[in-house]
């Protein structure tokens, strides 16, 4: 089992819909999650970040996180096709020293 | 602000040969990183440097060196390189602490071994 999991999708969405992302992690310990964007070519950067259980919403973007069931989400709202790119999700692991373990990423595709 | 440079941004080595990777960065982050991205695989941390004068190994360090030469620059050697190391090599900076999970990463080097 990965520490991190995703699926690779791609995931294809209409112009305005809400695109949903999920992640899965087996550190149970894992205190800090992350979500980053890596568009074709280019390098991944940091979209949201959650802490605590609960939605944490910035924008467009929500991040929900559920410990107990190990799981984070990323809710894409009103999607464009500017979104369209691979959505990484990070674990911050205490096993890994503190340092970010990232999922295979879930590429994402809007479609006008 | 640059952020986090890197050199060079393509390069095809054959098996055997060896290169170094520059890295820098001006953000004045104590922490610094080296991963490399394949298809499917995410993310994987070949080695980090906490802090100048530090540097410890992540999740595949086999063919790999890095060298902190001062708090902006972190280089990574290959010394003998395989076809298994094509791959996308990235360098990341980041604050410690509470917030070191919020990586600032470089543009990226495309390196292919034949």
């Known amino acids: 089992q990965k520490e991190v999991e995703q699926n690779s999708g791609p995931l294809s969405v209409p112009e305005g819909a809400i695109a949903s992302l999920n992640c899965t992690y087996s550190?149970?310990?894992?205190?800090?999650f992350f979500w980053y964007r890596q568009y074709s070519g280019k390098s991944p950067e940091l979209i949201m970040s959650?802490?605590?259980?609960g939605d944490k919403e910035d924008g467009r973007f929500t991040a929900q996180l559920n410990k107990a069931s190990q799981y984070v989400s990323l809710l894409i709202r009103d999607s464009q096709p500017s979104d369209s790119a691979t959505y990484l999700c990070?674990?911050?692991?205490?096993?890994?020293?503190?340092?970010?373990?990232f999922g295979g990423g879930t590429r994402v595709l809007v479609k006008p | 602000n640059a952020g986090v440079t890197q050199t060079p941004k393509f390069q095809v080595l054959k098996t055997g040969q060896s290169m170094t990777l520059q890295c820098a960065q001006d953000?004045?982050?104590?922490?610094m990183y080296w991963y490399r991205q394949d298809p499917g695989m995410g993310l994987r941390l070949i080695y980090y440097?906490?802090?100048?004068?530090?540097?410890d190994k992540g999740e595949v360090p086999n063919g790999y060196n890095v060298s902190r030469l001062n708090k902006r620059e972190f280089s990574l050697r290959l010394e003998s390189a395989a076809p298994s190391q094509t791959s996308v090599y990235f360098c990341?900076?980041?604050?410690?602490?509470?917030?070191?999970?919020?990586?600032?990463f470089g543009p990226g080097t495309r390196l292919t071994v034949t």
């Open positions: 990341a900076s980041s604050e410690p602490g509470h917030r070191d999970g919020i990586v600032y």
């Open positions: 550190d149970r310990v894992s205190q800090s």
């Open positions: 959650i802490y605590s259980n």
């Open positions: 990070a674990v911050k692991r205490e096993a890994a020293g503190n340092k970010l373990t």
């Open positions: 953000m004045n982050h104590n922490s």
């Open positions: 440097s906490a802090s100048e004068g530090t540097t």
